[in-house]
């Protein structure tokens, strides 16, 4: 059984002060709820739970977060070490400032910003090489799924993500994110998302090799919310959920989390990072 991971983008929000009240109230509900990881009951697969705020706020949330169950990520990097690349921000620099996780091809940065899957690729490269856990989004358009060309562009994004690197299956999260359902409010059926997360999954066993495949965790994201998120997790190739908006309401996100499936008797989690 795969660990769940929950993992919050927050996108462009949070001021210090909005972070300060946000990860408290965070907190407190997972302290109550006892749904973390170190804290899960024996009948819950674990849960690790990762928020990923600007840069801005980056220091603030990793000073709360020290010695709670919660990982830091950033939500995006530059592949360079250093050096003339303005407004831009290194692997390293990540990792000073106590993040484990990274948000690479956002859809935002692939369609708004124009971002190149050679980009991605190269991004990847470096958090990996950083030691940290690259969470690698792919995912489809309306159009491209209306014109049946969903797996034919996620494939493509995997690939070209993924050339010639080879990591630990620990190091890498894949999230599913049909563009058409973030911050539309319109989510991909729990069946929609579960045959792209299977069709991941084959190709990540043909890519590498089947424990590979069977070690490595695949998010889904699009308008997850705390009423949706329990069909989604418990889809069987579903292994966590990358939240946008809904990880802005900590009680939204805190649900989304309590909603993790229960684990089958008998079986027990891989050990991820
Ligand atoms: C996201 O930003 O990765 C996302 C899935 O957003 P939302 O949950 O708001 O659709």
């Known amino acids: 059984m795969r660990p769940i ?5 927050w996108k462009m929000n949070g001021t210090l002060a909005e972070t300060r009240t946000l990860l408290e109230e965070l907190l407190q509900r997972l302290d109550r709820t006892q749904d973390t990881g170190h804290k899960t009951p024996d009948t819950k697969r674990p849960v690790e739970i990762v928020v990923c705020p600007p840069f801005t706020a980056l220091s603030e949330a990793a000073g709360r977060l020290k010695g709670k169950p919660v990982a830091l990520g950033a939500q995006d990097l530059h592949w360079e070490a250093g050096g003339a690349f303005t407004g831009e921000i290194s692997a390293g620099m990540l990792k000073e400032l106590g993040c484990t996780h990274v948000i ?12 190149p899957n050679g980009w991605i690729r190269k991004k990847l490269g470096a958090a990996l090489a950083a030691g940290l856990t690259g969470i690698l989004c792919v995912g489809e358009t309306l159009a491209e799924r209306e ?7 996620i494939e493509k994004q995997l690939s070209a993500g993924l050339d010639n690197l080879t990591p630990t299956a620990d190091r890498l999260l894949i999230a599913y994110e049909p563009v058409w359902a ?12 579960q045959a792209v997360h299977r069709q991941i999954r084959e190709w ?18 699009g308008s997850v919310k705390a009423d949706n998120a329990e069909t989604l997790l418990n889809q069987p190739d579903i292994d966590g959920a ?6 802005l309401k900590a009680k ?11 684990q089958k008797e008998g079986t027990c989690c891989t050990e991820s990072s």
């Open 252 to 262: 939204e996100f805190a649900a989304i989390i309590a909603a993790a499936p229960k």
């Open 242 to 247: 990358l939240v946008g908006g809904a990880s």
């Open 182 to 193: 973030i911050g539309t409010g319109k989510t991909a059926t729990p069946e929609q998302a």
């Open 204 to 221: 990540l066993a043909e890519r590498f090799d089947p424990k590979f495949a069977d070690r490595a965790r695949i998010l889904y994201g």
């Open 104 to 115: 690479l091809g956002h859809s935002e940065r692939r369609h708004l910003l124009m971002e």
């Open 5 to 9: 991971l929950v993992a919050g983008n």
């Open 147 to 153: 014109n049946d060309q969903t797996w034919a562009v």
